[in-house]
């Protein structure tokens, strides 16, 4: 394989998104969908499984790499929410 | 202060990640995959089933032929077929995965020139999916990683 090489399996921890998920400190609402072809959930689960901070998952289970307006809205009213306290 | 700023910069960076991903146009061939858990998940090792229904002027598509591939996401499909629609639902069986992680089917239909797909993804066990990366013991050196604590 063309990537599986010793350097670059040494550099990628660096760059995966899931050790910045590990030091998460602040809130945060995360919505996804299974089918998403771009940003497959797989990896979407392994981040945030890994998330300490308070979390709140709201699935949109049949979008892909798009969203439904109601999940902009829930995403917003949190933020409101949070940001007004 | 601090923590005003970066509440402002977690906004933004939310709102950003919103705006980018548009919404998806309707289009004329519905092919509509569903897995027969409501809420798309299933324990490791018990089996998905799909229903698949293809809609054309939002009446069933008949006498088309349907190509489907199952298996787990990303990689190469474990069963790969087709089927002559006949009008009624049909099911595709698409067996389980072992390990958390997910299992995609994916429908396609040629109709009038042009390639038209529907999709769905069975999650087996997703909450403890892991990550095939180990964090290094300088991450948070080198990434300079600013911390709030």
Same mark, same amino acid.
């Given at each position: 394989?063309?990537?599986?090489?010793?350097?670059?399996?040494?550099?990628i921890?660096?760059?995966?998104?899931?050790?910045? +998920?590990?030091?998460?400190?602040?809130?945060?609402?995360?919505?996804?969908?299974?089918? *998403?072809?771009?940003?497959?959930?797989?990896?979407?689960?392994?981040?945030?499984?890994?998330?300490?901070?308070?979390r709140?998952?709201?699935? +949109?289970?049949?979008?892909?790499?798009?969203?439904f307006?109601?999940?902009?809205?829930?995403?917003?009213?949190?933020?409101?929410?949070?940001?007004?306290? | 202060?601090? *923590?005003?700023?970066?509440?402002?910069?977690?906004?933004?960076?939310?709102?950003l990640?919103?705006?980018?991903?548009?919404?998806?146009?309707?289009?004329?061939?519905?092919?509509?995959?569903?897995?027969?858990?409501?809420?798309?998940?299933?324990?490791?090792?018990?089996?998905?089933?799909?229903?698949?229904?293809?809609?054309?002027?939002?009446?069933?598509?008949?006498?088309?032929k349907?190509?489907?591939?199952i298996?787990?996401?990303?990689?190469?499909?474990?069963?790969?077929?087709?089927?002559?629609?006949?009008?009624?639902?049909?099911?595709?069986?698409?067996?389980?995965?072992?390990?958390?992680?997910?299992?995609?089917?994916?429908?396609?239909?040629?109709?009038?020139?042009?390639?038209?797909?529907?999709? +769905?993804?069975?999650?087996?066990?997703?909450?403890?999916?892991?990550?095939?990366?180990?964090?290094?013991?300088?991450f948070?050196?080198?990434?300079?990683?600013?911390?709030?604590?």
């Amino acid at each position: 394989m063309y990537h599986n090489i010793k350097e670059k399996l040494e550099t990628i921890p660096y760059y995966d998104v899931v050790n910045f +998920a590990r030091e998460l400190k602040v809130p945060g609402v995360y919505t996804w969908g299974f089918n *998403d072809e771009t940003c497959p959930p797989t990896s979407m689960y392994a981040a945030y499984n890994l998330i300490s901070a308070p979390r709140i998952l709201n699935l +949109a289970l049949e979008t892909g790499h798009w969203v439904f307006p109601e999940q902009n809205a829930k995403m917003q009213n949190w933020l409101i929410e949070v940001l007004t306290k | 202060m601090k *923590d005003y700023l970066l509440k402002l910069l977690l906004g933004t960076c939310l709102l950003l990640s919103c705006s980018i991903c548009a919404q998806i146009p309707e289009q004329m061939i519905k092919i509509i995959v569903s897995p027969d858990h409501d809420n798309w998940e299933y324990k490791t090792g018990e089996k998905a089933n799909f229903t698949v229904q293809v809609f054309y002027h939002l009446n069933p598509l008949k006498e088309v032929k349907a190509y489907y591939e199952i298996g787990p996401e990303k990689m190469e499909p474990v069963k790969k077929d087709s089927i002559m629609l006949s009008g009624k639902p049909f099911i595709l069986e698409g067996g389980t995965l072992s390990s958390p992680g997910f299992l995609r089917c994916v429908v396609s239909v040629d109709f009038e020139g042009h390639r038209y797909r529907g999709l +769905a993804t069975a999650g087996f066990n997703p909450s403890a999916i892991k990550p095939t990366v180990k964090q290094p013991a300088d991450f948070l050196t080198k990434t300079m990683l600013c911390i709030t604590t």
